[in-house]
Nanobody, 124 residues
Framework: QLQASGGGLVQAGGSLRLSCAAS????????MGWFRQAPGKEREFVPY????????YYANSVEGRFTIFRDHAKNTVYLQMNSLKPEDTAVYYC???????????????????WGQGTLVTVSS
């Protein structure tokens, strides 16, 4: 089970940190990712992190502004979002999957487990 939180309203240029707390299973060798979906748009990949190694991958649109990191002790993955833009406005979802998602990590249909979304609104 994944529980996402931390969304809210922020002005352009501001920051927010999202959290995704995982429970119910171990995640050795798994990947934890964030996706987002703006109104009328497809769900799109943001970043993901390899649970064990901490290696990360980012979408071009957020690289350098967003940082994904995890806390093993809390079984939680975070998404630190800085320099937010109005186009970052979306519902953000966390997801997890085994190493099988690696080859097509940007495809949301490849990720089997999802948390509920948390809304991020960036005002101009």
């Amino acid at each position: 089970q994944l529980q996402a939180s931390g969304g809210g309203l922020v002005q352009a240029g501001g920051s927010l940190r999202l959290s995704c707390a995982a429970s119910g299973r171990t995640f050795t060798n798994w990947r934890m990712g964030w996706f987002r979906q703006a109104p009328g748009k497809e769900r799109e990949f943001v970043p993901y992190i390899m649970w064990n190694s901490g290696r990360t991958y980012y979408a071009n649109s957020v690289e350098g502004r967003f940082t994904i990191f995890r806390d093993h002790a809390k079984n939680t993955v975070y998404l630190q979002m800085n320099s937010l833009k109005p186009e970052d406005t979306a519902v953000y979802y966390c997801a997890t999957g085994s190493q099988s998602v690696t080859e097509n990590y940007a495809n949301p249909t490849k990720w089997p487990y999802w948390g509920q979304g948390t809304l991020v609104t960036v005002s101009s």
